[in-house]
DNA sequence: CTGTTAGCGCTTTCAT
DNA sequence: ATGAAAGCGCTAACAG
């Protein structure tokens, strides 16, 4: 490139990084001589050199769900304004995997890393995170025994605000359906939850195994049989949901006349069903800008210490709670 | 690393690589030493030597698409078993986008890239695809212009299976409905169903625009309204066959028997939603492992000539096209 | 079987 | 304002 250009090499050196110190026509040419050969600049020779690769690590459980598929595309938008490439990992929930993905990163140098941390936690994983040596934004769940920044939904007060919804509007039994209650999100729901109810003076009603149709069918069917049954379902997350919406629909239960339902996490088709599904929505997008965000600020030096930020989640209500269009409080 | 363990580097690399051409107990040696520094080498580095990045591009249009996420998710897991780290990449289906990802894929020198070409193709994209000089595979849409290996459903014979399936059953008034002419996927499918209608002398009923609910509600509803009505609907893509269920919904028509509802693609609560709704389905996974596979050996050189390769979509039948249980033939 | 050596393409002093 | 030269960590001859 340098000589094709007819210069040194330390020139088109300073041209690729901004063309400081460099005299403008000299700088109008190599950009020419660069735009015709349709030269970019090789990344692993400026990492090897500079010790920055330029990349970030995005270990996400799975790229098929909706909300880690809305966070992944939100990386990728923001860290390629930054002129960050983003290797993509999925970890499939467990922490061996992740563990194989921190070495992958490690070998490409990268920068920065964004982790979902695996649901099954393990010192292991921690410590090859503190040899990984690059800053890191956990995000949707705690790195428990690490100090590092983490952004979460708003789980507790979202619970409690979609429990509360519930009971301000008559219900007071209310089966809270889980969650792998291994999931700091799912503790901190079922927590909120447990508030709402305690402070109304409810009997809590909690079911967490729903893990698949059959479980959840289980549980609903023991919950209604059961003296004084039950007039609402609170889905800690959207499966759950989901399995309780079949469950009602198969054995031909009004919604939300006889039973209604709100859920945690919003998910494509909730407003398509009939009836449509309120839920708790986590605002996604939000979340993922602010962890790109705090990422490439600690990457930067810009912020130094573990920040931990919760964004809210809001209220979307539709049809399966009972209340829409009535006036709520 | 060489240093630490007394040796020269020449040994390392050559563990690093496998191992040949050393004395056991000297391998033993190293891989200890490795093994107690969590020593990881610098893939920049040897990128830099060997030409050879281990990454592979990925450039679809969406990671939220769950058609797209599935393929992503396929491409992760076999990439990572041949060790090669997959960057992504979005182009939000827009030529000058995936432009700009080539030029990202071209600095960190990509060993090979899979693309969902933009559906605005553009005579400079394939340019850039020429420029970047690595083996590319195509998914789900042809690169137009370029010959190079495609991975793609076969979207006209399982449209004339979708659509023979209704004419079968009784059905003479179909409506399909669009659909972006400008891909070929739709194009494709169109074909497909004008074959079976042809073939049946059936007059076909094509709307192409379902962008939107209101514009998918507009061309339902001129259809009901015309002379003959329809009685069956097929859905070109998931997108326009949502929307024909909710319009389908809100007008209290009855699914299937006022008319009868089939898509093309299927999709998470197709099966949850009552009625569920009979699909074709995309064989995702075996098109992600063909297409990934097939680039692996291009890029060893194990395969050189450009393949097509189309992969069967299937029948999903259930309650929306009126025939579930049904003895069909 | 193992080590010495010369780059890969950049960035970065240090001269000029 | 520009260039010469060293070196980032690795691989691939080539010697020994």
Redesign the interface.
Known sequence: MARIAGVGTTTVSRVINGGDRVAPEMLAHVRKVMEEL?Y??????R??KSAR?K?IGLIIP???D?FF??F??VV??MA?EKDY??????SHDRAERGM?DL??L????ADGLLIVPPRTGSKALLD?LT?LGVPVVAFDRPLIGRNCSRILCGNFPAAEIATKHLIDHGRKRILVLGGDPRLHTIQQRLEGYEKAIGEAGLEPIIEMDASDYASAEAAITRRIKQKGGIDAIFGLYNQST?RA??VL?NRNIRVPDEISLIGFDD???AS???PSITVMRQNITEMAQTATRLLLQHMNGEVTSPQQIEIEAHLIVRQSCGFHGATSK
């Open positions: 349709g970019e600049p090789n990344q692993a020779a990492a090897l690769s990349t799975s790229i098929v909706p598929a809305e992944a595309s990728e938008l390629r490439a983003v290797i993509f990992l999925t194989a070495k992958i490690e070998r490409h140098r090859q040899q989901i919406y079949e629909q998910f494509a088709l398509t069903l009939r």
